[in-house]
């Protein structure tokens, strides 16, 4: 089972940028992905993308700001996030799965990581 773990969250003013890191150690699986679970609400798909290659996939939400990417040589996975919004403000979470359509829909998560706070101040 892969274990991962994310970095790079922290605070920032409306407008401005992060990059969060997933570094992934063990077996990992085909297909990886970011989410985001604000106060109160349910934990949202963001991003997804195989360690094979192919068209990442994006959630209507982010699209056009957030940009997933991978570093095979490092088992690492970056969300670099653009344009922040308060509303972007949550806990962000790395997840892995066997296949990336189910991924999507949240589904066959085999790992979650532990998650990294994202605040956006207005």
């Known amino acids: 089972q892969v274990q991962l773990a994310e970095s790079g969250g922290g605070l920032v003013q409306a407008g401005g940028s992060l990059r969060l890191s997933c570094a992934a150690s063990?077996?990992?699986?085909?297909?990886m992905g970011w989410f985001r679970q604000a106060p109160g609400k349910e934990r949202e798909f963001l991003a997804g993308?195989?360690?094979?290659?192919?068209?990442?996939v994006y959630a209507d939400s982010v699209k056009g700001r957030f940009t997933i990417s991978r570093d095979n040589t490092k088992n690492t996975l970056y969300l670099q996030m653009n344009s922040l919004k308060p509303e972007d403000t949550a806990v962000y979470y790395c997840?892995?799965?066997?296949?990336?359509?189910?991924?999507?829909?949240?589904?066959?998560?085999?790992?979650w990581g532990q998650g990294t706070q994202v605040t956006v101040s207005s």
């Open positions: 997840a892995a799965s066997r296949l990336l359509y189910l991924l999507t829909r949240a589904q066959g998560i085999s790992s």
């Open positions: 063990g077996r990992t699986s085909p297909a």
């Open positions: 993308i195989r360690w094979s290659g192919g068209d990442p």
